[in-house]
């Protein structure tokens, strides 16, 4: 079915932008879009890059004890 949409200048050549960059159409990418929202998922959800959170292991689960200091014997940070 075709269908006649106003879309805003800047969100428009997002929209381009986004498409180029990933190799899809712009019908591609708003398709993509309005199935995201149509089936209730959450956009942050569906992207492919989630924040990754450190993982300190334990050889005796729930005996480590670290306040604000002593998670950067463990973790290390920029």
Not at 52 to 61: A, D, E
Request: hydrophobic residues 35%; proline residues 8%.
């Amino acid at each position: 079915m075709r269908t006649t949409i106003d879309i805003p200048d800047p969100v428009f050549r997002q929209a381009k932008l986004r498409a180029a960059s990933e190799g899809k159409t712009l019908r591609e990418i708003l398709l993509e879009g309005l199935e995201i929202r149509l089936e209730g998922r959450n956009a942050v959800a569906s992207q492919k890059n989630h924040e990754r959170f450190p993982v300190i292991r334990s050889s005796n689960p729930g005996s480590l004890r670290l306040g604000e200091e002593g998670v950067y014997e463990y973790i290390p940070f920029p």
